[in-house]
């Protein structure tokens, strides 16, 4: 039996729009079997097809709201990527995604890249400022191997964000933590200007570096897309 692809995005209620749009790209370009929501809402104030599955994560209990990265430039929703591996105690394997990332085009073997071990894959960030050597991943998709995240690196990543403040919270704690158990991503599964350029066409587009990624042609088309014909696309990849 296929092993189902699950995929997570997460977000406070101003971005929900992007949510659903970014969620729509992905089904309508892959053969994601699951797609997760973790929202600071009981129920989500839209109605979703039966792939969305919503998590109501604004009980949370792993980041105190007097934290060091609870609230300052970023929403503490960011944090939740670093918790996955307990939001979804019965996946092993998660894709999570910005809600300003566009699959523009079939994405479906983005789970199949090679973990062999490794806590997470994800794309080399190539303006990082760190030492030589260090593999430092742009977070905006990746690949999160929940079933070793498990082995008490989850809870070393939690209490180091509890910590101390970092500049790109979930990204700088993944980063420095992993180092020696990250797996490459190739670059058109995130491709912005912050990650390496590639010659393959672009699979998934983040505008992580623009202000009026709303008003993209690309963009456009799935936020007017209705999650009916989303579906549609979707069952062709399946």
């Not at 992007?18 to 839209?46: C, Q, W, Y």
């Not at 990527?81 to 019965?90: G, K």
């Not at 806590?119 to 191997?145: I, Q, S």
């Not at 979930?170 to 058109?188: H, K, R, T």
Request: glycine share 6%.
């Amino acid at each position: 039996m296929a092993r189902v692809k699950h995929a997570a995005y997460c977000g406070t209620r101003n971005v929900y729009g992007d949510m659903e749009t970014a969620a729509k790209s992905l089904i309508a370009n892959s053969d994601v079997g699951r797609v997760h929501f973790l929202i600071e809402d009981a129920t989500f104030p839209r109605e979703l097809p039966d792939i969305v599955e919503c998590h109501d994560v604004s009980g949370q209990a792993w980041f105190p709201e007097d934290g060091p990265n609870y609230s300052h430039g970023w929403t503490w929703m960011t944090l939740m990527r670093a918790v996955l591996c307990y939001v979804l105690p019965d996946v092993d394997a998660v894709l999570s995604l910005d809600t300003d990332t566009i699959a523009v085009r079939d994405c479906s073997v983005a789970w199949d890249v090679p973990l062999d071990g490794c806590y997470f894959a994800a794309t080399h960030e190539k303006w990082a400022d760190c030492r030589p050597g260090l593999m430092y991943c742009n977070m905006g998709v990746a690949l999160h191997n929940l079933a070793q995240l498990r082995d008490g690196k989850a809870d070393e990543i939690i209490d180091a964000l509890n910590r101390q403040r970092m500049g790109w919270p979930d990204q700088d704690a993944m980063s420095y933590l992993c180092q020696g158990f990250i797996a490459p991503m190739p670059p058109e599964y995130n491709a912005c200007p912050w990650t390496d350029d590639t010659h393959e066409p672009d699979r998934i587009v983040h505008y992580a570096a623009r202000d009026d990624w709303r008003d993209e042609p690309t963009v456009a088309k799935y936020r007017d897309m209705t999650w009916d014909e989303a579906m549609r696309l979707h069952g062709s990849h399946l």
